[in-house]
């Protein structure tokens, strides 16, 4: 399944999950576990399908019939054995007389509602997976029969059955972002960006050994070093160990489902005794080769004494108040960060802005982080990356395993003007400006060969798009080798096909306008998805060429240990890129100010011709 094919399916079953929901009384809070409850059954369905195939296909014959498949049978494979009444298909064809089918759950009691039944195929799935045990959501007799049977329907979808493409891993995380915005679960931090994840482990390379995040959230550190693994030709479970703490159980049962629907095995505690900042819950301290994390930014009132009696605080503690209390935690996850990794471990985070130049007790902190040398890379994230929170944010990377290019230097990036729009609210970075950015940092290394690697990334894709195109399609020859002229000419291109777009339509019978409209549409779409790629591939090889890292004003600056001691140990990257140059945009003042003025003038009038409808209805009213 295409790309393109699944946004569409993250989407329609979404809507379709939604306005069940509108129609229920239940909120957003109530109705998100379960509904990725349903989501990690029906992976797990597809997954037990998928492994039962291959066990039938050399299974030998007792009294003329196929033996029948076992429990042990799948642990040696190590899948998920499904009992026939926790598997999906068992639950979508149950009678709507629930009652009347005098069915028992696994303690022998009647099942008198497909709530009940629901809950009995969780209780089920978690007697067959240790991982599980406690995990899944069993509030199933909080639906109606009538919304749940309706639900299961809508994830009876065959195209969640490509389990090697992990479409229902895209779907889960789907799903949790979208709840991320309407729930804010512990005010939100149970989900990190996708974007901020993938520029994490991008930059960390994990391949094997012990990953550690000690506020783990929904996964999904866990979840994007699996895909970044597995790319590379290995196995995810075979090679890296997972453990993560996470003080709120909700968000941890999130975390072990979303492992398990992205086929991967980890140690997760989580409670009171999963508190990082009084419990080292796994004993890591000195063993990790990476810790990701995304901790909560500005936390108050934890107690100095216990926090210092947990240890992992190899440069001091932080300011304490009159009431024996670290008022702000901040320096207290980035000593634990350091303080988990091995002697060439890694380690990259989501910090609060406001930590990289703080004074007192944490600029003491900061300057002997600075003086081990191993303060790798810092990158300044702007506005909107959150779905809970507007402020902008720092991704801070600690490398102790630095190699000869780049030890007693660090690496500042700041991308606060480097982002793309997803609505009013939100910023993402896209996957070529994570791999933009990414490629900053190979430089900075010296790995010219993976900057090599990228830019013939560019060329493939560009060619793949000209292969796409229709014969007659003009922008065949448009694509060339070279990026500013094919971004130049695709401009140009773009422009005579929205003319062409508007002329098209505007001249189609009403009858077939709509038909036209959608095909002009799809095609534009494509079009700037091409312009926006050649655009990504210019941006970067204007800057940096075919692979020669240089400075750049306004983006990027390699400093070392006598610069930073020289700006008062701040890591803030602004400090150091200064201000890029400002560029011609080739926009004319006087036409573009016009065109607003026209603008104006016409949302004026449209205010005005609604104004009269309201007050037309209103007096209609009698009101």
Not at 102 to 117: E, K, W, Y
Not at 217 to 231: C, E, H, K, L
Not at 603 to 617: A, G
Request: proline content about 3%.
């Amino acid at each position: 399944m295409d790309n393109k094919s699944i946004k569409k399916l993250e989407s329609d079953l979404w809507e379709s999950a939604d306005l069940l929901r509108a129609g229920s009384k239940l909120t957003s809070n109530q109705y998100c576990m379960p509904v990725l409850g349903l989501i990690f059954l029906r992976y797990a369905y597809s997954r037990f399908r998928k492994v039962e195939a291959e066990i039938l296909k050399d299974r030998p014959m007792r009294n003329g019939r196929v033996i029948p498949v076992e429990a042990i049978d799948f642990a040696e494979k190590s899948a998920l054995f499904l009992p026939r009444e926790a598997q999906y298909d068992y639950l979508v064809n149950l009678p709507e007389d629930i009652s009347a089918a005098n069915l028992t759950d696994r303690n022998g009691d009647p099942i008198t509602s497909l709530g009940a039944a629901v809950n009995n195929a969780m209780s089920l799935v978690e007697d067959q997976s240790e991982q599980l045990k406690g995990v899944l959501p069993k509030e199933y007799t909080i639906f109606s029969d009538e919304l749940l049977s309706e639900l299961l329907r809508i994830f009876n979808n065959n195209a969640l059955d490509d389990v090697g493409g992990d479409v229902i891993g895209r779907i889960y995380e789907y799903f949790l972002n979208k709840f991320a915005k309407n729930v804010a679960q512990d005010d939100g931090v149970f989900f990190t960006p996708k974007s901020l994840v993938k520029m994490i482990v991008n930059i960390l390379e994990p391949t094997s050994g012990i990953l550690l995040d000690p506020a783990c959230g929904s996964g999904g550190m866990f979840v994007q070093t699996g895909d970044f693994v597995n790319q590379k030709g290995l196995q995810a479970n075979n090679t890296m160990t997972f453990y993560g703490q996470e003080k709120v159980e909700y968000n941890a049962q999130l975390c072990l489902m979303n492992m398990a629907v992205h086929g991967l095995t980890g140690v997760i505690k989580s409670g009171d005794d999963a508190n990082t900042f009084y419990h080292d819950a796994h004993n890591l301290a000195g063993s990790c080769n990476y810790v990701m994390a995304n901790p909560p930014f500005n936390v108050d009132k934890v107690k100095a004494e216990s926090a210092q009696a947990a240890g992992r605080l190899p440069f001091g503690i932080p300011g304490v108040n009159k009431a024996g209390e670290f008022g702000n935690a901040n320096y207290l996850w980035i000593s634990y960060f350091y303080a988990y990794l091995n002697e060439t471990g890694r380690a990259g985070f989501v910090m609060a802005s406001s930590a990289t130049d703080s004074a007192g007790k944490d600029k003491n902190i900061r300057e002997k982080l600075v003086q081990t040398g191993n303060v790798d890379v810092m990158i300044s994230v702007g506005n909107n990356f959150f779905y809970t929170k507007s402020l902008p944010c720092t991704l801070w990377f600690f490398d102790r395993g630095k190699n000869e290019n780049v030890k007693g230097k660090t690496l500042f990036i700041d991308a606060r003007n480097y982002y793309t729009v997803v609505d009013r609210t939100l910023n993402e970075w896209t996957d070529w400006q994570i791999k933009n950015l990414t490629a900053i940092v190979w430089l900075y290394r010296g790995e010219t060969e993976k900057y090599a690697s990228l830019l013939n990334e560019y060329r493939d894709a560009l060619k793949k798009y000209a292969n796409e195109a229709e014969s007659t399609d003009p922008i065949k020859a448009v694509i060339t080798e070279d990026f500013t002229t094919t971004v130049d000419t695709l401009k140009k291109y773009l422009k005579d096909q929205q003319k062409q777009a508007k002329k098209d339509v505007d001249s189609a019978d009403r009858k077939d306008k709509k038909v036209v409209q959608k095909k002009w549409d799809e095609k534009l779409e494509w079009d700037q998805e091409v312009l926006t790629t050649a655009k990504d591939a210019l941006w970067l090889y204007e800057k940096f060429g075919d692979g020669e890292y240089q400075d750049i004003p306004g983006l990027c600056k390699i400093a070392t240990e006598e610069e930073i001691k020289d700006k008062g140990w701040s890591l803030t990257p602004g400090a150091y890129v200064g201000v890029a140059p400002v560029e011609d945009d080739g926009v004319d003042f006087e036409e573009r100010m016009k065109e607003i003025h026209k603008e104006l003038l016409t949302l004026q009038d449209e205010s005005n011709r609604l104004m009269d409808t309201i007050s037309k209805n209103l007096e209609e009213m009698g009101l």
